[in-house]
């Protein structure tokens, strides 16, 4: 019998390579001779790059349609060929892309995260992440360590989102990378929370509204208000997450400075992502308007990052650095949460976790 199975296996296993592309790291990967560890994080940049080269040339959702090979792929996409075949090797390398028997390069698990239509995808945040503005304030890190002070503001002579502001196709792109990881994360978000105990909800910088829909559409009686920048939220409509006939009758959308006020009376101000890019000192301003506007009884829910004790692995800590480099803001442990929301007025009230990285750190008038 066994003896029967094993060529069976084999030729299955044989038909689908021709037919389908090795769909995972290749092997040569784990044995050829790797560089030191602390060389590869050196070079990390040279894959981010590669990274964003392909979502900006749309390489996976041309390759979803089918395998090509670099000089097909060259003509769909307008590149040098004997360049792009140079960089689908690289990517190939570190997982993303395949190349097949025939010379054709596929999409693996990894690459399908870059498809624009991917539910989790991630094209729009390595397009934005590593476009040149980005890229240029994180060459000023040195010098932000130097003397304390973000670089964005030294490099590009204005603040991280006043120079979106003045970009709006860089605007536009970080509003969709903030929706795109969003894919995730706001499904978590809307069980963690029992937002169902809640009649009016103002999503903070909300952007386009993607986690407010999803917090809507999982409790049928909840109404909110999407406010953001003016020039952010005339965006909303036509991205669709707001505008879907589930919850657009419950959806008002507001356009305003949150430095300025933030809309009246409602019972729940959620923030996600919107400490993290502040000092203290402009945490407060925000955190004021929300505790001055909320309705008796109302309470404030910041969506961040916690970061933890000790020195594992966690995103956060990396993500501070990057609030550093580009707003000028921080990620902040529990206790500076506390700390914060106590000099606002407010009271730490109870930390949420999800099932995402994030937390939902809930606050109460003090
Ligand atoms: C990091 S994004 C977070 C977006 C959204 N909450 C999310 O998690 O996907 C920060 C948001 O704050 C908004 N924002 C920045 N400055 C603002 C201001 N002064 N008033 C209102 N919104 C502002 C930006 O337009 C952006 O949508």
């Not at 959620?270 to 001055?292: E, N, V």
Request: glycine residues 8%.
């Amino acid at each position: 019998m066994a003896a029967r199975r094993k060529p069976a296996r084999a030729k299955t296993t044989r038909a689908k390579a021709r037919t389908k592309p090795r769909a995972r790291t290749p092997r040569k990967r784990a044995s050829a001779p790797q560089p030191p560890e602390l060389l590869q994080l050196i070079l990390g940049y040279w894959i981010a790059q590669l990274v964003h080269v392909a979502a900006q040339l749309d390489l996976a959702d041309v390759l979803a349609k089918g395998a090509l090979t670099p000089e097909e792929l060259a003509r769909r996409v307008g590149a040098d060929p004997a360049a792009l075949r140079r960089v689908l090797r690289g990517l190939a390398s570190v997982g993303v892309f395949a190349q097949d028997a025939q010379g054709r390069y596929a999409l693996t698990p990894m690459a399908r995260t870059l498809q624009s239509d991917h539910p989790a995808s991630l094209r729009d945040f390595a397009r934005m992440m590593v476009d040149d503005y980005n890229w240029n304030a994180w060459g000023g890190l040195l010098q932000s360590v130097r003397d304390g002070e973000q670089s964005f503001e030294r490099v590009h002579g204005m603040p991280f989102f006043d120079y979106l502001q003045r970009h709006p196709e860089k605007e536009r792109v970080f509003a969709a990378s903030m929706a795109s990881i969003s894919g995730t994360e706001n499904p978590a978000i809307a069980r963690a929370y029992p937002f169902g105990k809640l009649a009016r909800l103002v999503d903070v910088g909300g952007a386009h509204g993607h986690l407010l829909a999803t917090i809507l559409r999982r409790h049928k009686k909840l109404r909110g208000v999407l406010y953001d920048q003016p020039q952010v939220v005339s965006g909303a409509p036509a991205r669709g997450f707001v505008s879907a006939p589930d919850v657009r009758e419950r959806v008002e959308i507001a356009g305003g400075d949150f430095f300025a006020s933030v809309p009246t009376g409602a019972d729940g101000y959620l923030m996600k992502y919107i400490l993290h890019d502040w000092t203290d000192a402009q945490c407060r301003g925000i955190l004021g308007h929300c505790r001055d506007a909320m309705a008796p009884g109302g309470r404030v829910l910041a969506v961040d990052h916690v970061i933890p004790k000790g020195n594992g692995e966690d995103w956060a800590k990396l993500m501070d650095v990057n609030m550093l480099v580009l707003p000028g803001g921080r990620e902040r442990t529990r206790e500076e949460f506390a700390d914060l929301f106590a000099s606002a007025g407010l009271r730490l009230a109870r930390v949420w976790k999800t099932a995402c990285p994030l937390h939902v750190l809930e606050a109460v008038r003090a």
